[in-house]
């Protein structure tokens, strides 16, 4: 079968873009790894196909498969999540250009929005976008191409009404872009709250098994998609057939492991939030959290990321990141595996030192869907390590 518009969102998962090979029937639809497709008498092009940088048919199953989840009309699917970025940023804005962007935006997006792209001559100004006027003040008519945002943040967790963002952007003639990786399409949909441009990092969530690297663009609107898509064709930086197979074979149980995240997260965060060696926990399923309320409208549920600081600042922080075992200290988060990692010297060791620097007593947890008595026994003995 195929998957219609108004189907729930686990069928959609699993059907969209994966309708069943006619020739043989096989019901996982044959992964396609041929660079290039014969012609009938020149030009004479089968379903479209001719170059596999242009177009492959397994590329193309997980893009109609993202475009579906995102509830956008085209996705396009990329290297990496960075790649995919790049990509947007070239196709749609130009030298002079600005771009707004959260100050506590991923490390690697901030690196490439200023260290590479800067230097093609698009300007950036950081701002706390949980802050709507200093948004608002920092977006500049005519200049102002996107405003950029994460939410939740990474590893901050904050939370950002999208929907009155759109509108400020709007208003000054930019375009949304969403990172909408933290969440993913089953928590949150940011195209239907007004957004213009979903991004990913398909190597998170929507892979959701630490196995491959990727990225994608979402829009739902025609004249964006064919910029994005000329950009894609021109520059090359395609996910391969068997990167493009694995992330939407993670895709179909996005759901599921969204809900097993989600319920690890907020036990996780709760038995945090009791401990005296805790400053603070930032999860947005905490009714604490100050984006909770907000949380609870435009997302289903509140994901599996939490972060934690210690009282016992730097010290105590580097001690639990290296004394658990269920949790692997690693880089990179959303995988079925959980993950610890210690963003200033890790995944956000490229922002130490500017204002995007994170706290040094801060800690990223990643919860897995493990059972989650055996996460809060891991993390309740390494907890034994602080100094
Ligand atoms: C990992 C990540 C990226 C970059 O994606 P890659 O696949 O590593 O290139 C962008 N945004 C967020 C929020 C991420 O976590």
Redesign the pocket.
């Known amino acids: 079968m195929t998957a219609s518009e108004n189907q729930g969102f686990n069928t959609r998962a699993v059907h969209a873009g994966q309708a069943f090979e006619p020739r043989t029937g096989a019901v996982v639809p044959p992964l396609h790894f041929s660079s290039t497709f014969a012609q009938d008498g020149i030009g004479g092009l089968r379903s479209g196909y001719e170059y596999g940088r242009g177009g492959n048919p397994t590329r193309d199953s997980l893009q109609e498969q993202l475009a579906a989840l995102e509830l956008g009309t085209h996705a396009y699917s990329f290297s990496?999540?960075?790649?995919a970025?790049d990509a947007l940023i070239r196709a749609l804005t130009r030298p002079g250009d600005h771009i707004v962007l959260g100050n506590d935006a991923?490390g690697?997006?901030y690196r490439l929005i200023s260290r590479v792209l800067g230097e093609w001559g698009i300007g950036n100004t950081p701002v706390d976008m949980a802050n709507l006027d200093t948004v608002r003040q920092s977006v500049t008519a005519n200049k102002t191409r996107f405003v950029w945002v994460?939410t939740p943040s990474?590893p901050l967790m904050k939370i950002t009404d999208i929907a009155a963002l759109a509108g400020i952007a709007h208003d000054a003639g930019a375009l949304l872009v969403v990172?909408n990786?933290?969440a993913s399409p089953y928590l949150q949909n940011p195209l239907a709250l007004g957004a213009d441009v979903v991004v990913h990092?398909?190597?998170?969530y929507i892979g959701g098994h630490s196995d491959v690297?990727?990225?994608a663009v979402v829009v739902k609107d025609a004249e964006l998609a064919e910029k994005i898509g000329f950009v894609q064709f021109a520059v090359g930086a395609v996910s391969g057939p068997m990167d493009a197979f694995l992330t939407t074979r993670g895709l179909k149980t996005l759901g599921v492991r969204m809900d097993r995240h989600s319920e690890n997260g907020q036990a996780v965060a709760e038995w945090l939030l009791e401990r005296p060696e805790v400053e603070a926990v930032l999860y947005p399923g905490l009714p604490s959290h100050p984006g909770h309320e907000l949380a609870k409208s435009q997302m289903r549920k509140f994901g599996g990321m939490v972060s934690v600081q210690f009282k016992g600042g730097e010290a105590a922080a580097r001690k639990v990141a290296e004394s658990t075992s269920v949790f692997t200290l690693a880089e990179?988060?959303g995988g079925i595996e959980s993950l610890m990692n210690y963003p200033s010297e890790m995944t956000h060791a490229s922002v130490k030192g500017t204002e995007l620097a994170v706290p040094v007593n801060l800690l990223r947890l990643s919860c897995g869907i493990e059972d989650v008595e055996d996460l809060i026994a891991d993390l309740d003995q390494a907890f034994t390590s602080i100094p």
């Open positions: 990496s999540g960075l790649a970025e991923y690697g997006t994460e990474n990172d990786t933290f990092s398909t190597t998170k690297v990727g990225g990179s988060l």
